[in-house]
């Protein structure tokens, strides 16, 4: 291998913001901004969703598919009154 041409790996610091939670990973991630976190400062980055805030990690996608189903299945056989 080649010296000096691969990125540095080391851990960083990324915030979900959504959830509010902080994930120590691995990662060659290039970023200026630091945090401290459990007494160490780490390289930080934010991030939108992370499996502590996506629907299919959380089961909340499978809730609002369930409510839908039984939505549909409560009007196609609903009582149909007179007028």
Known sequence: MKPNIHPKYRDVLFHD????????????????????????????MT????????PFYTGKQREAQSEGRIARFRNRYKRREMQ
Not at 47 to 54: K, P, Q
């Open 17 to 44: 913001t959504s959830s509010d939670t902080y994930i120590v990973i691995g990662s060659t991630l290039q970023t200026e901004r630091t945090a401290e976190y459990q007494g160490k400062t780490y390289p930080y």
């Open 47 to 54: 991030i939108d969703v992370s499996s502590a805030s996506h």
